[in-house]
């Protein structure tokens, strides 16, 4: 089965439309990933503030149950020596035990001190955390919600692939083995781009002037011709003259 040269170039067209395509879909398949990793990664980053502040209230609320033990220790230490007064027989122990009571009791006033200053930050730190689990769960909604939109974009993207790669074939198929294989090195080694437009003489894949001979054949369309600086393809397309404005 073979076809002309101008159902050749035709078909050339619709191969690099088909390529262009793919290559477009591919790299959209490789940017999704990389745009859920980002997405997830700013929904961690959150995560972890709340749960910092949290680990921070509990620590809070740990040091103020560890101050409240402590001064209870301390009261009972000090009944324990309120109760050996009655049994004082010298002024001296009297002194003693008064002055162990007098120390003990500015112990408890220092870590009633300590303990106001951490209810303070307790209060301020529990008004923050709702916000901040408020934004979190927000982040986290609006995030599924994009992971969705982002999988079923993933999913369209490679059935597309799949139904682009298939024509593709197709159209190879139709193409004279030697021509194929032709497209196949240029577009490899042209970053894809092996099939280009010729305006004026001037190919649009390198932008240097071809011979006044070849554009005309290109301009004629019933050869395969290639642009002899960068080996791409060459076509013609006639543009309709731009309506003139009043
Ligand atoms: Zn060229």
Redesign the pocket.
């Known amino acids: 089965m073979s076809i002309s040269p101008k159902e050749q170039l035709q078909q050339l067209i619709v191969l690099q439309n088909l390529d262009d395509e793919i290559a477009e879909h591919k790299q959209l398949l490789a940017d999704i990933p990389i745009q859920l990793d980002s997405g997830r990664a700013e929904l961690e980053e959150k995560k972890k503030i709340f749960s910092n502040a949290k680990e921070e209230l509990d620590a809070l609320q740990k040091e103020r149950k560890d101050i409240e033990l402590a001064v209870q220790g301390e009261n009972d230490h000090m009944a324990k020596a309120k109760t050996k007064l009655p049994a004082v027989k010298t002024n001296r122990e009297y002194t003693a035990i008064l002055s162990e009571v007098d120390a003990i009791k500015e112990k408890v006033s220092g870590l009633e001190d300590k303990e106001l200053d951490i209810m303070e930050i307790l209060e301020e730190k529990q008004k923050e955390v709702p916000g901040i689990e408020k934004i979190c769960k927000e982040e986290d909604a609006r995030f599924q919600e994009y992971k969705a939109k982002k999988d079923a974009e993933l999913d369209r993207m490679k059935q597309e692939l799949g139904v682009l790669v298939t024509k593709r074939e197709a159209v190879g198929g139709q193409l004279d083995r030697v021509i194929m294989q032709r497209y196949e090195k240029v577009a490899g080694s042209r970053d894809g781009r092996a099939v ?1 437009l010729l305006q004026g003489s001037i ?1 649009q ?2 932008f ?1 002037q071809i011979l006044p001979q070849m554009a005309i054949d290109v301009k004629v369309g019933e050869s395969i011709q290639q ?1 002899s ?2 080996i ?1 393809f060459l076509y013609w397309e006639e543009v309709p003259e731009a309506a003139t404005p009043k």
Do not use: E, M
């Open positions: 280009v190919c894949g390198c240097q642009c600086n960068c791409r």
